[in-house]
């Protein structure tokens, strides 16, 4: 493979890590993935779900972010009800059934708040005071 992989991890400081845990032991046999070429970032699919998993991902202009915004879905509170994708104007949010649609979202997913690339939680960790490597030293020494 020629092309360097990027690895992903969870985003701890989004908001969305806040908000209530899905219920229930079995995840859902559907969720809803954004195809973020096509969203325009209308936020109507925001105001039907139940569950309040959709995040907004502002655009590239860090002065002006509602301009070229886009959504994202946090698959692991999503219970896919489908409202969204029954509700996008555009069609831009599809169903897939839950194995499928962690390789959909990779495939369909230009830009995320909710999961970024390793280097830069690390940025954000020094940004926030926080450094692992002091962590481990400590419990060493502990
Ligand atoms: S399928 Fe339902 S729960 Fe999942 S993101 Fe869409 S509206 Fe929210
Ligand atoms: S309704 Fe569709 S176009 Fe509008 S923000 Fe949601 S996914 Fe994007």
């Known amino acids: 493979m020629s092309e360097e992989q990027k690895i992903l991890v969870e985003n701890p400081y989004h908001t969305a890590r806040l ?3 899905r219920k229930g ?3 859902p046999k559907l969720l809803a993935v954004v195809h973020q070429s096509g969203c325009t970032g209308c936020e109507v699919c925001i105001q039907g779900c139940p569950v309040d998993s959709i995040e907004l991902v502002p655009g590239p202009d860090a002065s002006n972010p509602a301009f070229r915004q886009t959504v994202e879905i946090d698959l692991s509170r999503c219970i896919g009800c489908q409202n969204c994708s029954q509700d996008c104007p555009w069609e831009t949010i599809t169903m897939y059934h839950h194995d499928d649609a962690f390789i959909a979202w990779g495939n369909e997913t230009l830009s995320s708040e909710l999961y970024i690339e390793e280097d830069a939680l690390e940025q954000l960790n020094s940004e926030y005071g926080i450094s ?9 020494t502990a």
């Open 19 to 21: 908000k209530p845990v």
């Open 25 to 27: 032991k079995k995840p």
């Open 132 to 140: 692992l490597k002091k962590d481990e030293e400590t419990e060493e």
